[in-house]
């Protein structure tokens, strides 16, 4: 059985997406942000969302742990920001239900969502430039990096919170990326 360990950045969510992974026949743990990758046997990594970038732990070290990592919101700007790209604080603020355009059909995260999709995502901060070696995935009116992908590496991200009811195909992104995992 394929097994992916959600790294808890203290969100608000995080237990959901423990529970969305355990839904899909995963098997999971939530682990704390200062285990050391090396304590972890997983076949993927979840870095989940959070209130704060001076609270991620020795999440940064799971981006070179040789194994597929989905950074959701705060998860996806640690990405970001550890691998050379760029974080700022949005224009638009807090929680909002937002139309993402899937600008990469062929996407392994999010292509399946193509042409568009609504989520429920915080925009208080969010990826500005993306990390070298990544493409942008999905955008928005509020947000220019909605979803990126380095699909060599494996690493992905997304600003929304897939996790939650109001994201209408969340459940896609974590079976998209459970697809990923078991893909290796």
Same mark, same amino acid.
């Given at each position: ?15 959901? !997406? ?15 942000? %200062? ?8 076949? $993927?990594? /979840? ?34 920001? !550890? ?6 604080? $949005?224009?638009?603020? $807090? ?11 062929? %996407? ?36 220019? /990096? ?23 195909? $969340? ?14």
């Amino acid at each position: 059985m394929t097994k992916i360990v959600v790294v808890d950045n203290h969100g608000q969510f995080t237990h959901l !997406e423990r529970r969305a992974l355990r839904d899909l026949g995963v098997d999971t743990d939530l682990i704390d942000n %200062d285990t050391p990758p090396e304590e972890v046997d997983a076949d $993927g990594v /979840v870095l989940s969302g959070g209130p704060d970038m001076d609270r991620i732990g020795k999440s940064p070290e799971y981006l070179e742990a040789d194994m597929p990592v989905l950074g959701i919101c705060l998860g996806m700007q640690l990405i970001a920001e !550890e691998l050379g790209g760029q974080v700022g604080s $949005g224009e638009y603020g $807090g929680y909002a239900d937002v139309s993402v355009d899937i600008v990469d059909e062929d %996407d392994p995260l999010t292509g399946s969502l193509y042409p568009e999709t609504r989520v429920w995502a915080s925009h208080a901060d969010e990826v500005t430039e993306l990390p070298e070696g990544f493409e942008l995935t999905a955008k928005s009116d509020v947000c220019d /990096v909605e979803a990126m992908s380095d699909t060599d590496r494996d690493l992905y991200g997304v600003q929304w919170h897939p996790e939650v009811a109001h994201t209408e195909e $969340g459940d896609e992104i974590f079976e998209n990326f459970l697809s990923i995992c078991e893909s290796q």
